[in-house]
Structures are given as C-alpha cells and as structure tokens.
C-alpha cells in the first residue's frame, strides 16, 4: 500500500537541501611535486575524549599528473588539510591566536632553530642611527618575543620526571603574551604492559608570558595524534605536522582557492617522526629518592609509589576529560593511564588518599 507522504516536509527538506548546498564551500590549490600525494582530505578538529580523538573529515580529489586538488561541500568552519603520501602523513596544524593579527608575532622552528617575526618594534631597544649586526637584531628581535625565556621553559619541562622517555618541541607560534607549542612525546622504554611496544604522541600545549615567565596552564592542552603499537609498526610510522596547512578558514560558504603546499623531497623530522627512523634514543632511567623526586625548577612533585593497580572510573568518557579516580594514594604530579590501546597523561591537582572519588585532569 502506498504512503502518502506530507507534502509540506518534503518541501523543507528540499529547503534544507538547497540552503546547505548555497553555503557549501570547497578548498582547492596545487600539491607539488605531482603524484607525490596519493590522497587529501579537509578536517576539523573536535577535541579528544578518554577512548577517541574527534575529527570530521571531508574527502577531494587530486589530480596526479598536475597536482591541481578539490575538497568540496565544506561547511563554515576551519579546517586542516590531511595529505597522504604512502609511506607517511602531513597533517595541518592549527596554532593561531584570537588577535594575532594585531599583535606582534613570532614562529619558531626547533631542529633549525629559526625564528620569523612580524609586527615587532625595536624602537625602544634600538637607536635609528646606531649601526646594528644582523646577529645583534636577530637576539632583540627573539629578547623582543619573549623567545629565550619560552626556551628555557622548554627545557625545564624536557627535564620533568614523566611517563614518556622522549620529549621534543618541534615548533612554536606566538603572539603578545600567549604562544602554542607543537611537541613530540613518545614512550620507548619497556613497560607493565608488556615488552617491545611503543607509544607516540603529538601534543599542542599553551603557554602564557606574565612579565618575563612562561607558565604552562594546567588546562588546554590539545591531543593531535596518540598511537600505541609494537616497536616494529613504530619504526614504519611516518606523520608530520605542518602549520601551514591547518587553521583553514571556510566562511559564509566562499572557496579558499589557492592552497598551495610542496611536499618536502625528502622527510626531515624537524616537524614529525621519519619513517623507518627511530626517535633519539632515550636517557637513562632518572634516578629517585626513596620517596620522591623534585626537579629543581618545577613545582611538580613525582612520587615513587606505583599507581599501577589503582581503579579508574570514568563518568562520562564520551563527552567530559573529567575523570573519578579510586586509589589508596595519588600525590600531585602526573601520572600515565592505560586505557585500551591509548595512554593518556592525568595530572592531579591535589594530594588525596582513600576511595574519596577526587578527580584528576586529562592533559
């Protein structure tokens, strides 16, 4: 038997339609060398739960023989481009900064150690008439930004007693008092989980100047890429992370034409892992007093006990990074947390003891 169907839905739904389709939107450009990446996607970011990191991926196509790409039907949003290349991943990166654009900034590659600034004023440090180096305007341009204090933080934080045996910055953007750090964390030491397995992760961490200190906030931290996987599948593991590609910005349903990016001739890890290379080995095991250990510029204690067998609840996994954790003793510091094949940082803010059901921070 037939349904009639309501006329009156059927014409909304095609006013849906057609109001969708008015203000989908594509990005297209050109990716050199030709054939060099196999397939490119747009994605938004959507944060990382307990169990799954959230992204909404939109598929194009590529030509191979020009390199000419279109990503179409994009909705409003900012989107980071996903390049795959076979043997490994480019992925957009996004570290604006609400302002930016009228503040001074800065850019900071790690491995090369190059810094590119816009909007900085020397002025004040610098007289019009003085005869000034290039290498004396490059340290007041980086005293300027606040660089080599942010670099200090940096390594005060690689020298933090934590679950990952390998930490790198990678990059860093900033502007006014604020900055955004890329950094490579991975696990390569043995651990309760078992023998020759490995544990990658790729992390956006703020930072915020007050005078001349960089502090890195408790919360905000963004999770880009986590994987847990034997030491085998790790050394095939190729994934870079470009910030030109990402904070991609789609509004009012207009194209963004144009995105042009060349793939590097050969993978450098300046911004990622190289595949079919480990990451530098890491140092030794740090040792410990009988009860714990302090660095001596971080306020973060580490205690020794084990929090191996400690019960975690999770009270809403799929939408909160608030978590109830049940043990006989947690100290503040930070802590690694198994969850199926991800490992995840915690860091509780306060001492506690007891089944009280306190609650821990995801970072």
């Given amino acids: 038997m037939a349904v009639m ?32 990446v196999k397939s490119v996607k747009a994605f938004q970011r959507f ?10 991926y939109y598929s194009g196509t590529i030509d191979p023989k020009t390199g000419r790409f279109t990503i179409p039907n994009l909705p409003d949003g900012t989107y980071q481009l996903l390049l795959d290349c076979g043997d490994a991943t480019i992925e ?46 490059a340290e007041l341009t980086a005293k300027a930004v606040g660089l080599p204090k942010l670099l200090e933080k940096l390594a005060d934080l690689a020298q933090v007693d934590r679950f990952a045996d390998h930490f790198r910055p990678l990059y860093v953007h900033g502007a006014g008092d604020r ?26 961490w703020p930072l915020e100047r007050v005078g001349d200190v960089w502090n890195v906030p408790t919360q905000g931290v963004r999770v880009l890429q986590r994987h847990r996987l034997d030491h085998d599948a790790f050394l095939k593991l190729g994934a870079f992370f470009e910030p030109k590609l990402g904070g991609l910005r789609v509004e009012k349903g207009k194209d963004l034409a144009d995105v042009n990016y060349a793939v590097p ?24 007093d009988k009860d714990q250990t302090q660095h001596p510029t971080s ?29 006989s003793t947690f100290e503040v510091g930070r802590w690694m947390l198994d969850v199926g094949c991800s490992m995840f940082d915690i ?3 306060s001492n506690f003891s007891g089944s009280t059901g306190k609650q821990a921070t995801l970072v």
């Fill in 179 to 204: 900055a955004f750090a890329l950094v490579e964390l991975a696990r390569l030491r043995d651990f309760y989980a078992g023998k020759g397995q490995a544990i990658y992760r790729v992390e956006i």
């Fill in 47 to 56: 944060g990382a739960t307990i169990t799954a990191i959230k992204n909404t």
């Fill in 5 to 36: 169907k309501n006329p009156a839905i059927c014409i909304a739904g095609i006013f849906c339609a057609l109001a969708a389709s008015a203000h989908a939107a594509s990005i297209s450009g050109t990716l050199s060398p030709p054939g060099k």
């Fill in 92 to 137: 957009g990166v996004d570290l604006a900064i609400d302002g930016e654009s009228e503040k001074p900034t800065f850019d900071y590659t790690a491995k090369t150690r190059t810094l590119a600034t816009q909007r900085v004023d020397l002025s004040a440090v610098l007289d019009p008439d003085e005869a000034v180096t290039p290498e004396k305007k």
């Fill in 265 to 288: 001739q050969a993978w450098d890890d300046a911004l990622g892992k190289v595949p079919g290379r480990d990451v530098p080995k890491p140092a030794e095991e740090p040792k410990q």
């Fill in 299 to 327: 306020n973060i204690q580490h205690p020794t006990s084990n929090a191996r067998n400690s019960e975690v609840r999770f009270s809403d996994p799929g939408q909160s990074s608030m978590f109830n954790v049940q043990c």
């Fill in 347 to 349: 860091r509780c803010l």
